[in-house]
């Protein structure tokens, strides 16, 4: 379970904020072990695929996008789940294109509840304070689909195991993840702490 990983990346804004830095040092200090890490302006291509990865994710966003309208009593453009998703996707491609991100692995237990945890629920008005996405913006579903562009959220994290494993495949190369052990593995997992006290 302790080498459980998840995939990040620090999204255009992230980078923009200056906020790489912040952001990595809250993960490392939870104790997760960064085990790969790149800056990168990914492709159009890239981005696509990383969130068609899982088949249902369209429908999924669509469907997420449609109840949170309804939840705020506005009127949603389209109650066709699919085409909903569409419009999501597109405005992310051109938001996650638009310039350099940093794209990292994090291992540890509970890796990728951790890390979704730290960096908050996906729309930055409701995430709580205390997470990444809650202490450092200020965007909302409203504010950008005004705008017709993709919420700036800093973060993308993997929404479960099986999501990681594949988004880990798509980003890098299997000798980019490093296998390595950190001095303080020892106090986060053994079973016994001998060789504390001298
Ligand atoms: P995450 O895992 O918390 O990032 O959220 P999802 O995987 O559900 O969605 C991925 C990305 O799609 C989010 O980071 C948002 O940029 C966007 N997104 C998701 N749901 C919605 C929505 O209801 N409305 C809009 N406008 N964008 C959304
Ligand atoms: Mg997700």
């Known amino acids: 379970m302790q080498n459980e990983k998840t995939f990040v990346i620090i999204k255009p804004d992230g ?18 072990k960064m085990v790969a890490l790149k800056m990168l302006v990914p492709t159009a291509e890239m981005a696509e695929r990383h969130y068609t990865l899982d088949p249902e994710w369209l429908r999924k966003v669509g469907e997420k996008s449609i109840a949170s309208y309804k939840a705020k009593n506005i009127p949603a453009p389209s109650d066709d789940p699919i085409t909903l998703g569409k419009k999501v996707l597109t405005r992310l491609v051109k938001f996650v294109t638009s310039g350099p991100v940093v794209a990292m692995v994090w291992q540890g237990a509970h890796a990728v509840g951790i890390v979704r945890k730290m960096t908050g629920g996906t729309e930055p008005l409701s995430s709580d304070i205390g997470t990444i996405r809650g202490d450092f913006v200020l965007d909302s579903y409203q504010i950008a689909d005004v705008s017709d562009r993709a919420i700036r959220n ?3 994290a993997s929404g479960s195991v099986a999501e990681a494993e594949n988004e ?26 001998d060789g504390i006290l001298e």
């Open 168 to 193: 880990i495949k798509l980003w890098f190369k299997p000798e980019e993840i490093l296998n390595y052990r950190l001095i303080q593995d020892a106090i986060l997992y053994d079973v016994n702490l």
């Open 15 to 32: 980078v923009q904020r200056t906020l790489i830095g912040e952001i990595i040092r809250r993960y490392e200090r939870m104790g997760l």
């Open 154 to 156: 800093l973060v993308h």
